[in-house]
C-alpha cells in the first residue's frame, strides 16, 4: 500500500480515506467503540463531506468520502469555526477544513478509548491515509470493495452481513447520513448495486 498521506484533501473531489492503529494495534474493541467513531464521524465530518461507504475493522477503516463545495467550506467555516482569522479563510483553509475535521475526529475518539481502557497515547496513524478518487468507474469499484473488505480479510464469509458496513443501510429505508440516493445512482438502481456486489475485488490499487 503506497503512502498517500501527503495528497491535499480538495473541494468537490471524491477520496478514499484509510487508517489503521499505531503499528496495526486494535482500536475498535466492541460495538460500542464502533458506534462511537461512527457518531462522530456524523457530527463532525459530514458536516464539511458527502459520505459514501464505509467499514469498520477490528485494527482499522475504509471510508469513501465527497468533500463540500468551495462554498458550504466557506459557509461551515464562518459558522462554525469562528476563530479562523481572515488570512486563513483562503484557498488554503478550505484545504484543512476536512482534516482539521477528521482530526477532532481522531482526537475525541482516542480519548475516550484510552480513558476506556486506561492507556494513553496515540491510537490510530496520523496523518491519515488518503487517495483520490479520479474516474466514475474507479469510485464504484472503491465503494464495492469498501464493503468486500470484511469478507477480503476472512472476517466474515459474506459481507452482506457485516453489521458495521454501509451496506445494508443503503438498500435500506432507515434515516441515515449517508449519501444513498448518490450511491445508488452511481449503479442506476439497487437491483444493479446488488449485482455489481456479486464479484469480490481483491485486486484494488492504493
Given at each position: 500500500?503506497?503512502?498517500?498521506?501527503?495528497?491535499?484533501?480538495?473541494?468537490?473531489?471524491?477520496?478514499?480515506?484509510?487508517?489503521?492503529?499505531?503499528?496495526?494495534?486494535?482500536?475498535?474493541?466492541?460495538?460500542?467503540?464502533?458506534?462511537?467513531?461512527?457518531?462522530?464521524?456524523?457530527?463532525?465530518?459530514?458536516?464539511?463531506?458527502?459520505?459514501?461507504?464505509?467499514?469498520?475493522?477490528?485494527?482499522?477503516?475504509?471510508?469513501?468520502?465527497?468533500?463540500?463545495?468551495?462554498?458550504?467550506?466557506?459557509?461551515?467555516?464562518?459558522?462554525?469555526?469562528?476563530?479562523?482569522?481572515?488570512?486563513e479563510k483562503g484557498l488554503h483553509s478550505l484545504q484543512n477544513i476536512f482534516s482539521k475535521q477528521f482530526s477532532r475526529v481522531?482526537?475525541?475518539?482516542?480519548?475516550?478509548?484510552?480513558?476506556?481502557?486506561?492507556?494513553?497515547?496515540?491510537?490510530?496513524?496520523?496523518?491519515?491515509?488518503?487517495?483520490?478518487?479520479?474516474?466514475?468507474?474507479?469510485?464504484?469499484?472503491?465503494?464495492?470493495?469498501?464493503?468486500?473488505?470484511?469478507?477480503?480479510?476472512?472476517?466474515?464469509?459474506?459481507?452482506?452481513?457485516?453489521?458495521?458496513?454501509?451496506?445494508?443501510?443503503?438498500?435500506?429505508?432507515?434515516?441515515?447520513?449517508?449519501?444513498?440516493?448518490?450511491?445508488?445512482?452511481?449503479?442506476?438502481?439497487?437491483?444493479?448495486?446488488?449485482?455489481?456486489?456479486?464479484?469480490?475485488?481483491?485486486?484494488?490499487?492504493?
Open positions: 500500500m503506497n503512502d498517500n498521506r501527503i495528497t491535499i484533501i480538495e473541494p468537490d473531489k471524491y477520496y478514499h480515506i484509510f487508517n489503521r492503529g499505531i503499528n496495526g494495534d486494535v482500536i475498535f474493541k466492541s460495538d460500542h467503540n464502533k458506534n462511537f467513531f461512527l457518531q462522530k464521524i456524523t457530527q463532525l465530518l459530514v458536516p464539511v463531506c458527502d459520505l459514501y461507504s464505509y467499514c469498520l475493522l477490528s485494527n482499522h477503516f475504509h471510508l469513501l468520502i465527497k468533500v463540500k463545495s468551495e462554498k458550504e467550506l466557506n459557509l461551515f467555516a464562518k459558522t462554525q469555526l469562528n476563530n479562523i482569522t481572515k488570512a481522531f482526537n475525541s475518539y482516542s480519548q475516550a478509548f484510552n480513558k476506556e481502557n486506561n492507556r494513553h497515547g496515540a491510537l490510530i496513524e496520523s496523518p491519515f491515509r488518503r487517495k483520490e478518487i479520479i474516474s466514475e468507474e474507479y469510485l464504484r469499484n472503491n465503494i464495492i470493495y469498501i464493503h468486500q473488505n470484511p469478507q477480503l480479510h476472512s472476517i466474515t464469509d459474506n459481507f452482506r452481513q457485516f453489521k458495521y458496513s454501509s451496506y445494508q443501510t443503503i438498500l435500506s429505508n432507515k434515516p441515515t447520513s449517508i449519501a444513498r440516493n448518490e450511491v445508488i445512482e452511481l449503479f442506476d438502481n439497487a437491483e444493479n448495486f446488488i449485482i455489481c456486489h456479486q464479484k469480490i475485488k481483491d485486486e484494488m490499487i492504493f
